[in-house]
């Protein structure tokens, strides 16, 4: 089992920063992938950014490219969401998740563990 608590939601204004943290325990060594993803309310949950944990290597959907950032410390086996230039769209409940499998990254039915979501609420 894999448990992940999210950090750092909150409220700011369009055109602000916030930086989310997760932080995984458990079986970490099992790590396949981390992924955010959010919930707006009345809409699907949707994925936001996903990281490999061996390589590095991200995505990112595409309304959030070039405004936020996806990071991993291996060592405090925590991924980052960097967010910068925030717009009131991207107000949402955000999850982090962590699969253990070689999957799709964007889809959260491959993503076997959840945090409890963090709010970021984005004010114009």
């Known amino acids: 089992q894999v448990q992940l608590v999210e950090s750092g939601g909150g409220l700011v204004q369009a055109g602000g920063s916030l930086r989310l943290s997760c932080a995984a325990s458990?079986?970490?060594?099992?790590?396949?992938?981390m992924a955010w993803f959010r919930q707006a309310p009345g809409k699907e949950r949707e994925f936001v950014a996903a990281?490999?944990?061996?390589?590095?290597?991200?995505n990112y959907v595409g309304s959030v490219k070039g405004r936020f950032t996806i990071s991993r410390d291996n060592a405090k086996n925590t991924v980052y969401l960097q967010m910068n230039s925030l717009k009131p769209e991207d107000t949402a409940v955000y999850y982090c998740s962590a699969s253990e499998r070689l999957a799709a990254y964007y889809y959260e039915g491959d993503y076997e563990y959840w945090g409890q979501g963090t709010q970021v609420t984005v004010s114009s």
């Open positions: 990281i490999r944990w061996n390589d590095g290597n991200t």
């Open positions: 458990g079986r970490t060594f099992s790590i396949y992938r």
